[in-house]
């Protein structure tokens, strides 16, 4: 077992001096509606419609680029691996009944994860099926330029 002794250097937490700060003053109202629009959430609509818009765009510039629609039609199907899915969640997640409490928010959350992620590899194992001739790297390209959408969705929120 590990030895449990306290020493000196224990007790030094530089946070346990009594503070000089001034207390704690809360918000008004109105400083609390001021500041809702900074912290306002990011609609999980609006990223799923933007992820759609981007895949979309990128199926059309690799399509031009490679002048090869068989790498647009792959590209397409790799933003939809990743539009699909996020659609699917968004759905859930936006649903009354996830939104009954904590805990049923936090299982429906855990849920509608699994669905996603299981719906995101049933369509990447059925992209050779479905897409033919099918480009993997115009796919995966659209693919992982859909995904970091999310990251663009965190820089909305800071706004």
């Known amino acids: 077992m590990a030895n449990l002794k306290r020493t000196a250097r224990d007790d030094n937490w530089p946070n346990d001096e009594p503070s000089s700060q001034e207390p704690l003053v809360p918000l008004t109202q109105e400083e609390v509606q001021a500041l809702k629009p900074r912290f306002a959430a990011v609609s999980p609509w609006r990223v799923v419609s933007v992820q759609a818009a981007v895949g979309g765009v990128v199926a059309v510039l690799l399509g031009a680029i490679t002048q090869s629609v068989s790498v647009g039609v792959s590209a397409l199907y790799g933003s939809a691996v990743v539009v699909v899915p996020a659609v699917l969640m968004a759905r859930g997640m936006t649903s009354k009944l996830s939104s009954v409490s904590p805990g049923a928010s936090a299982v429906s959350f855990m849920l509608w994860e699994l669905i996603k992620i299981a719906v995101s590899v ?14 993997w790297p115009a796919l995966l390209v659209s693919l992982v330029v859909c995904m970091k959408v999310y990251w663009a969705a965190l820089l909305w929120r800071g706004r």
Do not use: E, W
């Open 122 to 135: 049933v369509l990447l194992a059925a992209a050779p099926i479905l897409v033919q001739p099918l480009s």
